[in-house]
């Protein structure tokens, strides 16, 4: 069996005495399959199967070059690229990383940076030429794009909990991030860190600053998110998805294989990638950055990140426990409304100054969703008492305007 058919195949067989339709003694052979981590496993004509739900489905050849890849039986990383070297490279960056390898290992003055860049498997030196791998282009090229089209983040901001289209469209900011893969890692942070917010929470007596999401986590995550994404998958790009209430960041390619949601152990997709970024701290390579977004999340009281993984792709979701958030401000309401006031707002006050800030305007159904009243009147005399304060200012241009909506007042008084 497994020379005709499948000589990559493990398994193991054995014979099962039965009773055949005519009453006769007879057998049937058992075939045990075992999976096999190494390498991708075809018949002897070529083709491969996953097994979906009850039935077998034929790969086809992209996905199983990705299998090839995730398995350690195609080193895709170490591919020479298609650029030429060094017309389309950033020499002078190529040129501070050998001298920065020089010095962090004492390396001779004799070596030239071409050799530096082939022990740190950057691409090879042959008959004097040096010849750049998907590695090098990733790093170090003008621009990787032209090697791969998906090395970007594609950032969007979308004004409430879920992704709407349509008429219904509701992203409000939208980036494409792209260069070396540095490049991307710190442009797509400054972007998210300039789109969240920061709380101030009153507690025992006294306010305190309480960021939206801890920084060190989400950042290990945007990291994980380039760093472990399936290159080979070359015109998909990682997707930071912003909404009220969670964050989500989906990178092309699924779990490594024998990784699951629950054991999330360190298996990389692109090892030769993450020991150049090491050199530059980006990463440690030793299996901490899992334990310590678990960490950073248990100490700032938020729930643990959820993992989807699929054959395509791995989602992670963080939540920001907004709706138990009963005693905080938006960071620029408070700086807007001034302690005194902040102060005296009650946890509903507070959810209506918060949405204010973040959308600039509310009007009563939107109170509506946010208030933990169902009655119209009641939410509509939650924002009348606040015009009243001189917080929030009515804006409309007729009675009974349909499209009437309440707005921060640019000086709130301090005496009511």
Known sequence: MGRNSCPAGRFVTKRLAVTNSEGNDDFIILAKIDYVENQLVELTNGHAYCRESDRARRLNEAEKQEIRINK???????????????????????????????????????????????????????????????????????????????????????????????????VTKDRIVSGTILEIIRDAASTIDANLREFTIFRNGKFHSVPEYPHDAWYELLVNAVVHRSYNARTRPVFVKMFDDHLVMESPGGFMPSVTPENLFHKPRNPFLMFVLREFGEVRCISEGTKRIKRELTEARLPAVRYVGAQESVVASFQNDIAHRANSLDSEAYKILGEALAFSLDTDERKIINYVVQHE?????????????????????????????????????????????YELHAAPKTGK
């Open 72 to 170: 350690g039986e195609r080193a895709f990383e170490l591919e020479l690229c298609a650029l030429t070297y060094p017309d389309d490279f950033k020499i002078s960056e190529m040129t501070r990383f050998a001298k920065k390898i020089r010095t962090d290992r004492d390396g001779s003055l004799t070596i030239t940076d071409e050799e530096i860049f082939e022990s740190l498997r950057l691409g090879r030196n042959r008959g004097g030429q040096f010849f750049p791998n998907n590695v090098c282009a990733l790093m170090f090229s003008k621009d990787p794009q032209t090697v791969f089209p998906g090395s970007y983040v594609h950032f969007l901001r979308y004004i409430g909990t879920e992704e709407k289209s349509g008429s219904e469209y509701n």
């Open 361 to 405: 305007r509310i009007n009563v159904s939107d109170a509506l969703r946010i208030l933990t009243t169902t009655y119209w009147h009641t939410a509509k005399a939650k924002l009348t008492r606040l015009v009243d304060r001189g917080i929030l200012d009515f804006v409309s241009t007729k009675q009974r305007d349909p499209n009437s909506y």
